[in-house]
């Protein structure tokens, strides 16, 4: 029995119709995406867990927590926070939090340094709100080949939300930034397991985090932030992947020379190149922070596994975004990329939020189809046939799909 | 100006036992917004650590699994022998991990027994 068959008996009683060309050819996952398979009987599921203020997610750890959003989440415009996919980085994270005594300190090169309360930034600054996608730089990992090392997410290591806060800058302004800033570092209440693992701590340029734009959010959807989400505050940096948007935000430091860590020095980082692109055998040289969310575009429906029928309409669906120029255009293929029309675009929430898609398909007779999408942003970008680097990381590939349509 | 180190915030809390925010919420009003409770709290749910047999295993347990779950491993493809040691490699160069030589090299064996190059065997 060859791995394909293997797959097959895997899935639904063989009765798989869909194969994400992307999984169904990568050893390690099954055509569905939902069984990775390691040989020797060792099953890892991507079973379904129910963690404190959440739904059920697809369980990638458990300490710490890192949980998957199930695709069928990403048919509306906004994600909602209980289907949010989380993710923290050391095992120390967060489970009780007092607002008596939370507070954002900042400090470092300013003139005054500030101990806010939760009820201090809602009372003395201007409320401010964006829709803006989170996605994690990981979002996607399992799909490149060869395969990574990291977290296996699959498509669902992103949200969309309507985040409600305060600007950074405001908050700055009012500690008064001192001549000589370079950066702000970012910290949250996450604490390492052991004492010589690094902190997990970021930072921006200071004209980034003075543009008006990054803000500090309190609220996720019109309500307060999941603990698993970053209770009470965190960053949001308007198309930027999310590694910068610090969870349950406690400290702001504003830094006269750039922030020395683990988190931004080693981890996190592309090919210093747009494409984020490298060869296996030969890794580029140079590499960058990573940082803007390139134009990128996923299928949402059908989801593998899903059945289709000849001569009944299908309504293909799916979310793309950039990192904030918007997304001009959605095209699809169903013959592998031969003839391309364009999807309808759903409703416009702004240039940092994705936007839906969808496009009635019938499948003209039984066979197997070949699906593509890509999307093109405001800045006239599109996206790239190929595409790897050696973390896994700002997967932005043309997306494909197999159907076999009965 | 380095980096501060200030762990000013109270509630660092990994108390996983504590339910007091739920004490504090009863007998006031609720509010319309459950979060604007002054004290949240959630216990994180346990898992059966997945931990597939193999040599070292007790090493791999006693050296990896004191900082994160073995999903970690569970979840990855397979890789080769030099993959696995640059990433027992990092969790000591990087991440601080107190494993001495010998063991980094019953881990890698184990790490290659459990998810290395299936023509290896």
């Known amino acids: ?406 | 100006m380095r980096w501060r180190e200030s762990c000013t915030c109270a509630v660092v809390a990994v108390s996983m036992l504590s339910l007091a925010g739920h004490g504090q919420q009863s007998g006031q009003p609720k509010t319309k917004q459950e979060a604007s409770a002054p004290v949240q709290s959630i216990v994180l749910p346990q898992y059966a650590p997945n931990v597939p047999a193999g040599p070292h295993v007790d090493t791999y347990r006693k050296d990896c699994l004191i900082c994160h779950s073995a999903r970690y491993v569970a979840m990855q493809p397979r890789f080769s022998q030099t993959v696995w040691e640059k990433e027992v490699k990092k969790m000591v160069d990087a991440y601080g991990a107190q494993i001495p030589d010998a063991e980094q090299k019953e881990i890698v064996e184990y790490l290659v027994a459990v998810r290395g190059p299936l023509e290896s065997k």
């Open chain 1, 1 to 406: 029995m060859d791995r394909r068959q293997f797959v097959r008996l895997l899935t639904a009683g063989g009765s798989v119709a869909i194969g994400h060309r992307a999984w169904g050819r990568t050893p390690g996952f099954s055509a569905d995406g939902a069984f990775p398979y390691f040989g020797e009987g060792v099953v890892a599921s991507r079973e379904l867990v129910r963690y404190p203020q959440k739904t059920d997610l697809i369980l990638l750890t458990d300490r710490p927590p890192q949980l998957e959003t199930p695709l069928r989440y990403f048919q509306s415009d906004l994600t909602p926070n209980d289907a949010f996919f989380v993710r923290w980085h050391l095992s120390g994270i967060p489970t009780n939090v007092d607002l008596h005594t939370f507070r954002l300190e900042v400090n470092g090169l300013v003139q005054k340094p500030l101990s806010l309360s939760l009820s201090d930034l809602k009372t003395r600054f201007k409320p401010v709100s964006v829709v803006a996608l989170a996605q994690c730089a990981g979002n996607s990992r399992s799909l490149f080949e060869p395969r990574v090392p990291g977290g296996q997410w699959g498509n669902g290591a992103m949200g969309n939300a309507r985040w409600t806060g305060v600007r950074l800058k405001d908050v700055l302004d009012e500690a008064g930034v001192k001549a000589g800033a370079v950066q702000v570092g970012l910290r949250g209440l996450d604490v390492p397991p052991m004492p010589a693992t690094p902190v997990f701590q970021k930072s921006l340029e200071i004209d980034h985090a003075r543009d008006g734009e990054v803000m500090i959010a309190y609220e996720m959807n019109d309500s307060p932030l999941p603990m698993l989400n970053g209770f009470p505050i965190r960053l949001v940096v308007p198309g930027w992947f999310s590694t910068y948007w610090v969870k349950s935000l406690s400290s702001l430091t504003v830094l006269d020379q750039p922030l020395k860590t683990f988190w931004m020095d080693k981890a996190y980082r592309i090919p210093d190149n747009p494409d984020a692109n490298e060869d296996p055998q030969h890794l580029a040289a140079a590499t960058v922070s990573i940082s803007l969310m390139p134009v990128h575009s996923i299928f949402v429906s059908p989801e593998p596994g899903e059945q289709l029928r000849a001569g009944e309409s299908f309504t293909l669906k799916g979310v793309a975004n950039d990192g904030g120029s918007g997304v001009r255009r959605v095209e699809l293929s169903t013959d592998g990329g031969q003839t391309w029309s364009d999807a309808t675009l759903g409703t416009d929430l702004g240039k940092y939020s994705w936007r839906t898609w969808q496009a009635e398909w019938t499948p003209p007779a039984k066979g197997s189809y070949r699906l593509m999408v890509r999307a093109t942003a405001g800045d006239g970008q599109t996206q790239r046939s190929s595409q790897w680097n050696r973390s896994g990381y700002q997967r932005d590939v043309i997306e494909d799909m197999d159907v076999v349509v009965a």
